[in-house]
């Protein structure tokens, strides 16, 4: 079994700055890739970032150059540092991690951001 915890959402004003993390935890696994998604209620949930094992990175072009997805192999961890935040990125935002024992999802953090 393969547990996430994430961490770093909150309540921010227009333009500041975010950073989240997902930590995975378990034995017997290897990852391939590390995402985050968000939803907003009545929406589908949306890809924002990705990186892959090798390190490739794809974004949702919504948040190209203010966002930016990055992990730390040695501790299974993913984060997502979010600049210039916009009131259109206010969501749960979920991680996901897809490993050779199966994909998980952590348990999702608000992000809100005021105007």
């Known amino acids: 079994q393969v547990q996430l915890v994430e961490s770093g959402g909150g309540l921010v004003q227009a333009g500041g700055s975010l950073r989240l993390s997902c930590a995975a935890s378990?034995?017997?696994?290897?990852?391939?890739?590390m995402a985050w998604y968000r939803q907003t209620p009545g929406k589908q949930r949306e890809l924002v970032a990705r990186?892959?094992?090798?390190?490739?990175?794809n974004y949702a072009d919504s948040v190209k150059g203010r966002f930016t997805i990055s992990r730390n192999g040695a501790k299974n961890t993913v984060y997502l540092q979010m600049n210039s935040l916009k009131p259109e990125d206010t969501a749960v935002y979920y991680c996901?991690?897809?490993?050779?024992?199966?994909?998980?999802w952590g348990q999702g953090t608000q992000v809100t951001v005021s105007s």
């Open positions: 996901d991690i897809l490993t050779t024992r199966g994909d998980y």
């Open positions: 378990g034995r017997g696994f290897s990852i391939n890739y």
């Open positions: 990186i892959t094992s090798g390190g490739s990175t």
